[in-house]
C-alpha cells in the first residue's frame, strides 16, 4: 500500500519504519495514534513485569512476558528491543538468567527510544493533515 501521509526527517528514524507503521494503520491517523497510546501505555507495564521475573529468578515468566512483549514491539521494529526481547525469552526458555540484567538495561534504553520515535510520528502525522 502505498502511503499518502508525510513523513518527514526519513532519515533520523533509527528504530522505526514510518510507512511500514502507517501501512499497519490503513493510514488512518486516528487509529494509528490509538496504536500508539495503547502500545505507549501497555509497554512500562511489560517492562515492569519483565524487572520483575529477572528480580524473582521466575524463568518461566521472563519467557512468557518476553514473548508477549516482543509481538507487540514487532509491530514497529524489528530492530532494538526486538532482538533484546528475543534474547531474553530464550534466556527465560533454557532457565539462564544470569546475563538478564544487563539485557534488561538495555531493553528499558531501547523501549524508551521507540516510545519516542512512536510520539514523533505520531506528532508529525497528525499535523500533516
Not at 51 to 56: K, L, M
Not at 78 to 96: M, V
Request: glycine share 6%.
Amino acid at each position: 500500500m502505498t502511503n499518502s501521509i508525510s513523513t518527514e526527517n526519513a532519515g533520523t528514524w533509527r528504530l522505526i519504519e514510518p510507512e511500514k507503521v502507517l501501512d499497519m494503520a490503513v493510514n488512518d491517523v486516528d487509529f494509528l495514534t490509538e496504536l500508539i497510546d495503547l502500545f505507549s501505555a501497555l509497554a512500562p507495564e511489560q517492562i515492569q513485569e519483565i524487572q520483575q521475573a529477572i528480580d524473582s529468578h521466575d524463568a518461566e515468566l521472563l519467557s512468557g512476558v518476553a514473548h508477549a512483549f516482543k509481538g507487540m514491539v514487532g509491530n514497529y521494529t524489528q530492530a532494538g528491543p526486538y532482538p533484546l526481547l528475543q534474547s531474553l525469552e530464550n534466556d527465560g526458555k533454557s532457565a539462564e538468567l544470569e546475563g538478564c540484567r544487563v539485557k534488561f538495561n538495555s531493553l528499558e534504553r531501547e523501549v524508551a527510544e521507540l516510545l519516542t520515535e512512536l510520539e514523533t510520528l505520531k506528532t508529525q502525522v497528525s499535523q500533516s493533515l
